[in-house]
C-alpha cells in the first residue's frame, strides 16, 4: 500500500466502562476508508497520547488507514480513581468494549492489528487466552512490546504477603513509584516527557499491584493457546518487566504464528526508544508481510 500525506479526521468518543460509572477516553484517527485499522493499548501509569510517535508512524504508512487508542480505566483522560482498579477484570472487559467500537469503524475489508505494550500486553492476552472472556472480532495480527508477562518493579523489599495485608485494610493506599522515565527509555528527552506529564501519576495503588501480579501469574500458562499471528518485541536491559519471563512464554506459542525480536541494549519502553522508528519500520514489514498471507 502506498505511502501518502493526507489529511486525516481525528474523533474523540466516550465510551461507558464496565465499572457501570466510569467513561473511557477514546480516540480515533481516520484517513480514507480503512484497509487496515491499528487498535493500541497503552501500558501501566501511562495513557495513549504517550505513543503518538507509533500513532503517526501509522497513519503516514497507508493510504486508507484508521487507528483507535484508548486510555484505560483510572488512567489518563478516561474517568476513574488514579491508577486504581478493583478487579483485573474491568480492564479486560473493557477491552472488549472498545473492540466493539472498532469493529462498528471497520468495512468488510478492514484487517485489525493490536499494538499493545506492557500492561496492555497482559489486557490483550488475558482477553484472548483466558475461557472466561475470548475475543470475537476478527483479528489479523498482534504485536507486543514488553507484554507484562512477570512484573519485575511493582514490589521492591515488599512481600506479597504483606501487600495482600495492606490491601485487606486500605487497597487505595499509594506506592510511590521505583522507577522514573530512565529506567523506561534511553532517549532523555522522552524519559522527561514521562517524568514531568501531569497524566502521569508517580505512585501506583496497593490493589492495582496485587491485581497485575495476579493476572500475570494467571496468563503465564496460557500461551499454547494463542493462535493469532503474533510479534513479540522484547527489551534486553528491560527494567520493568522480566525478559527472560516473556521468552519463556514465547517459547510455548506454534512456532508458525509467532515472531520474536530481542533489543539486548533497549528499555521496556521500545516504541519511545532513541532508534523507535526503525522498530516502527520492523513492524511493519511484518504486518505487511501478514496481509500477502490472506491476499
Same mark, same amino acid.
Given at each position: 500500500m502506498a505511502q501518502q500525506n493526507s489529511p486525516y479526521k481525528i474523533e474523540d468518543h466516550q465510551v461507558l466502562s464496565c465499572d457501570g460509572e466510569s467513561l473511557l477516553f477514546v480516540r480515533h484517527y481516520l484517513k480514507? +476508508?480503512?484497509?487496515? #485499522? /491499528? %487498535? %493500541?493499548?497503552?501500558?501501566? %501509569? $501511562? #495513557?495513549a497520547g504517550r505513543h503518538q510517535d507509533l500513532i503517526n508512524f501509522w497513519l503516514k504508512s497507508y493510504a486508507n488507514v484508521a487507528v483507535t487508542v484508548f486510555d484505560n480505566l483510572g488512567h489518563g483522560r478516561s474517568g476513574g480513581s488514579r491508577c486504581f482498579i478493583s478487579k483485573f477484570k474491568l480492564y479486560v472487559d473493557d477491552l472488549y468494549r472498545v473492540g466493539e467500537f472498532i469493529q462498528e469503524k471497520n468495512v468488510k475489508e478492514t484487517k485489525t492489528f493490536i499494538c499493545a505494550h506492557s500492561l496492555g500486553g497482559l489486557i490483550t492476552l488475558t482477553r484472548i487466552l483466558d475461557s472466561a472472556y475470548g475475543w470475537p472480532f476478527p483479528t489479523q495480527g498482534l504485536i507486543f512490546s514488553s507484554p507484562c508477562i512477570r512484573p519485575k518493579m511493582i514490589l521492591e523489599g515488599i512481600s506479597e504477603k504483606i501487600l495482600a495485608k495492606v490491601d485487606k485494610i486500605t487497597p487505595k493506599l499509594h506506592l510511590p513509584l521505583i522507577y522514573n522515565g530512565a529506567?523506561?527509555?534511553? =532517549?532523555?528527552?522522552?524519559?522527561?516527557?514521562?517524568d514531568t506529564d501531569p497524566l502521569i501519576p508517580k505512585y501506583m495503588t496497593v490493589r492495582m499491584a496485587r491485581e497485575v501480579i495476579e493476572a500475570s501469574a494467571n496468563v503465564r500458562g496460557l500461551s499454547y493457546y494463542l493462535k493469532i499471528p503474533s510479534l513479540f518485541l522484547i527489551a534486553g536491559a528491560d527494567r520493568i518487566v522480566d525478559a527472560e519471563s516473556t521468552m519463556l512464554f514465547v517459547h510455548g506459542i506454534d512456532k508458525q504464528l +509467532?515472531? +520474536?525480536?530481542?533489543?539486548?541494549?533497549? #528499555? #521496556? $519502553?521500545? !516504541?519511545?526508544?532513541? =532508534?523507535?522508528?526503525?522498530? /516502527?519500520?520492523?513492524?511493519?514489514? !511484518?504486518?505487511?508481510?501478514r496481509l500477502k498471507e490472506k491476499e
Open positions: 480514507g +476508508t480503512p484497509k487496515i #485499522h /491499528f %487498535l %493500541l493499548v497503552h501500558g501501566a %501509569l $501511562e #495513557h529506567d523506561l527509555t534511553r =532517549d532523555p528527552e522522552r524519559a522527561n516527557d514521562f +509467532t515472531q +520474536t525480536i530481542q533489543y539486548p541494549q533497549h #528499555h #521496556h $519502553e521500545l !516504541w519511545n526508544e532513541l =532508534d523507535r522508528q526503525d522498530i /516502527f519500520k520492523t513492524m511493519k514489514a !511484518w504486518v505487511e508481510n
